[in-house]
């Protein structure tokens, strides 16, 4: 460590130091004393420098220091721990836990730091090691670990697994800033095998209408066979095709036109009947889910003046197939069009506006009781806004903005966010939003807080009322089009922000009466391997929370499942969760006593097998083999991991040195008071055994 002295003040001060301390001192020590001489030189010194030394700490001088710092390489072993390797047996599955423990022991020791993770970004314990997970996600897991390690010297990744990639983006053609090693295990050779490689179909049919499913199926080796591609509904068969292999490597579509004579969501099972000698019937099964519905939602997107934000929010509805968006403009289409448009949802932009010829249009608009949400920005006139819903008022100097980013509030509960979606929305940049005084009224739930750099304050940023007269949600910040540009320059996709939008236009679209008692599941289809959480609300007449209400939760199935569950809804315990479930579409009835009155709630929820691991079982050696080409590394089979760890531990990876500069004011080193107190006490001391006083 390097160490210097910087000054804020005119170096002459230094010298004015030491003059005051000889001056301070010549006045103490120039009278007759009975001090010898030598003595007297030497106290007069002692306090000379004790009297500089105080006068130089008082014009702040600050000590500079550089220190280097060497981070020592660091190595992340990556395991794909998905199901698709049990496939290759037991014993083989043994044998390969047991040769990644050793590699792992083999590279103990080296001159680099090693870290163990799962394609989930989770730490791994190899002695527990397990090859269970439904989907293979190689993409996600150098973004994870990318992400994990940024700012450490993060100079290797070994990745060993099978190349079945069967869910998000390529790993391949994508700059990494590490070297990357695969070692490939399972079996490359092509087995004779029937399976459905995709399904298509549209998320959304209308009541009465017909709807296309397409069918992608593959035949490996089993040239000149046949097979019937059956589609099930509850058992039934309700469509079935004959489909024929030309080759021992053949690819069919085989396209269904079904009818949608039920509403709400139907589960449709696609069959391709297997073939006798089949290396595994587990891929030939796949799931469809379809919301058959009566008809669209109209959003009516009313925009102050032309905005980026009013193109990412017809961007943004528009991805739901439930929502039919029209956009008009205040200054561009007449009163009388505006006002004659039929709508189900109200979307205002910067209405009510500063020109206040315009809000008696949107007064007119607002009295058809339409679930409204308002996004507020700087031509937003937030007196006549206060006015004009149930949610929040905003008090606030005119033209006054601040940039805030968003926090997720831990208390919602009314939909679901993963925690992946509250990370990256956290990370955008900032909005722009009133400053002022914010106040929540009673029965809203704030959903995002708006957060001033490190601070999160409790101002919302994103906030509902669904107890209120007309059901309201408000975004007081303006600009969301710049964080679905900053989404898609961070993954490539605009997922995240759009959720939480339409997620918030769908909690207030729902049409429901004032129960006193809410059941619902926090999402409508779930994996057969995650747990069904049901969330549970009770409330008063003026519309309340309650606590502690008693629900009988009802959960049955059109192929005979019915169980019964109690539990209690408090503060703490609002959700309630069932696990293993099988596959299919489920109805519940939720019934409590709320206020002495039973209460029912009941609605629809559905389970589905999506094991993307048996849709294809044949590793691919060649995307790990150009995996590590293109990132300077080296491919391996499993056979041949210990050659792999000589080649590592011989590589000799770079340490990487980090200098720091530091800055701080020497009257903070604490070694100072102790020396100040020596130097008075040692004068002192001298001076009393002397005899001088």
Known sequence: ???????????????????????????????????????????????????????????????????TKTIKPLLVLGIDNSGSINTIGESAVKSVKERVKGFYDSLLGSDFDIEVRDLDGASVNLDSLSFRTKKTDLGSFFKKVTEEF??????????????????????????????????????????????????????????????????????????????????????DIVARQLVSFASDDDFKVVNFQLSANKVGKQRYQIEAVPLAGEYTTRNNFRDVIIDVIDGKEKVLLLANAPHPDVKALRAIIEKNELFEVVVKNIQFDSPAEIENTVFDILLLHQLPSQASSSNSLVIKLLGKMKPTFFVLGAQTNLSVFNGMQEVLGISSSSGKTDKVTASFNPLFKRFLVNQDTKQTIASFPPLIAPFGE???????????????????????????????????????????????????????????????????????????????????????????????????????????????????????????????????????????????????????????????KNQISEGQFIVRDTDLEFVNTTADFNLLRSLASDNGGNFVPLAEMDRLAELIKGENLPSRLVSTEDLQEIINLKWLLPLLLLLAALEWGFRKYFGSY
């Open 1 to 67: 460590m390097k160490s210097e002295l910087v000054f804020n003040q005119p170096y002459w001060l230094i010298l004015a130091c030491l003059l005051t301390g000889v001056a301070y001192s010549w006045l103490l020590y120039s009278k007759k004393t009975s001090l010898s001489k030598n003595a007297n030189y030497v106290l007069a010194a002692g306090r000379a420098l004790l009297v500089a030394l105080i006068c130089f700490l008082l014009i702040n001088p600050l000590l500079k220091s550089n220190s």
């Open 150 to 235: 940024e700012g450490q010297n993060l100079r290797k990744v070994v990745l060993l697994s099978d190349g079945i990639a069967n869910s998000g983006i390529s790993p391949l053609n994508r700059p990494y800033t590490f070297e990357i090693d695969a070692i490939g295990v399972g079996d490359t050779t092509i087995k004779k095998d029937v399976s459905l490689k995709g399904i298509r179909s549209n998320k959304l049919a209308y009541l009465g209408n017909s709807f296309p499913i397409e069918a992608e199926l593959s035949g490996k080796l089993f040239a000149g066979k046949s097979t019937l591609v059956l589609v099930k509904q509850e058992d």
């Open 438 to 596: 914010y106040r929540v009224f009673p029965g809203s739930d704030i959903v995002l807080f708006q957060q001033v750099g490190n601070l999160v304050t409790e101002r919302p940023m994103l906030v509902v009322n669904t107890n209120a007269n007309r059901k309201t949600a408000v975004l007081t910040s303006e600009g969301i089009w710049q964080w679905r540009l900053e989404e898609y320059f961070m993954n490539e996709q605009q997922e995240d922000i759009d959720d939480v939008i339409l997620k918030t236009m769908q909690l207030i679209s729902v049409k429901e009466d004032k129960e006193k008692l809410r059941v619902y599941p926090v999402q409508d289809v779930f994996d057969i391997d995650e747990s069904v959480v049901f969330q549970t609300e009770a409330y008063d007449d003026l519309y309340e929370r309650l606590n502690d209400i008693s629900v009988t939760l009802q959960i049955s199935s059109s192929g005979g499942f019915s169980k019964t569950y109690n539990y209690t809804a408090g503060v703490n315990t609002s959700t309630f969760e069932i696990t293993q479930l099988k596959a299919g579409v489920y109805n519940y009835r939720a019934t409590g006593v709320v206020l002495g």
